[in-house]
């Protein structure tokens, strides 16, 4: 069987693992306090443009997200998603578990738009009663969203200044960003979120990793307070050294860097098996440009793919399709897409 059910069902780059045995027996500091990790947050602040900014290394993405949301907000606020978010849907209320409420916004193709966010926040205060109801305190994105689209840098910037000009944090979920800065159409890049956002990571267990997520954020306390949360949630990895060199392999090159090339591969990939189901005549539930694609299919579909093939049932369409997902990811082979889109041709 082939999977296209996840992106993160392979182990990590050659040159990772190959890096972490040359430097398996260097003896450094913990905690994140090693060479390693100070090279790799020096390569990240300069895709960022940006010297003064706060880099951070954790293990996971809930754990990077329920960190971040607890370091920045008090604890009567909570913070605004979109219902589909991955806070909100496939995190078993862990943020809530911290004291902050996500205040879940229904969508029609997964993103937040500005409408829905000023909505949320002015509903709030024109409420009299506001102070006997959760306070809104955080913006949360998911870049590209879980459906696999991508918000443009006009409406980052839009949703950005509304934040900052009404006291709230945006923070963008990076779990799959390189698949969404690679994507065809893209016009945001590292140096746009670093400008925009209060925090945003670098998702690197889903591109390339074995494991890590790298954390940037310009918020001098946060800053000076940070590594504390990370501790108090349980994030601080002794051996901290593995997040640094990982993300220097990954980062290291400027715009030829492996994560953009990773990245771009499994984008690639997933835009021929688009353009399969396309030629075949079976329709698309979105528009997505990253490495996750949706076809609708019927059930007799669906069984014939799955004599080989390896997806994700998403949700009921109508009475006859269903959402499926095929994902893609940096180790997918090119004969496992040829293997598929000859199995699509074939339906």
Known sequence: MIRFDSDYIEGAHPSILDALVRTNFDQTAGYGEDPYCSQARETIRKHCLDETLGVQFLVGGTQTNVTVIDALLRSYQGVISADSGHINVHETGAPEATGHKVLAIPT??????????KEC????????AHEHTVQP???????????GLIYSKAE???????CHKNGLYLFVDGARMGYGLQAEGCDVTLSDLARLCDAFYIGGTKVGALFGEAVVFSDKEMQRSFR???????????????LGIQFQELMQGGDNCLYFTLAKHADTQAMRIRRA??????????NSVTNMQFPLLTK??????????????WGKHDDERDIVRFCTSWATRTESVDALCSAIEKL
């Open 156 to 162: 980052l910037t839009e949703i950005s200044e509304f």
């Open 121 to 128: 926040f002015e509903n709030h205060w024109n409420d009299h």
């Open 277 to 286: 189901f396309e030629a075949k005549g079976i329709e698309l539930w979105n």
């Open 137 to 147: 305190g955080m913006v949360y994105l998911s870049f590209p969203a879980e459906n």
């Open 228 to 242: 504390y949360a990370i501790k108090q949630h349980g994030g601080m990895l002794a051996k901290g050294r593995l």
């Open 300 to 313: 007799a579909q669906q069984e014939a793919l799955g004599k080989e093939f390896i997806f994700e049932y």
């Open 108 to 117: 029609n193709d997964g993103r937040l738009s500005l409408t829905q966010i």
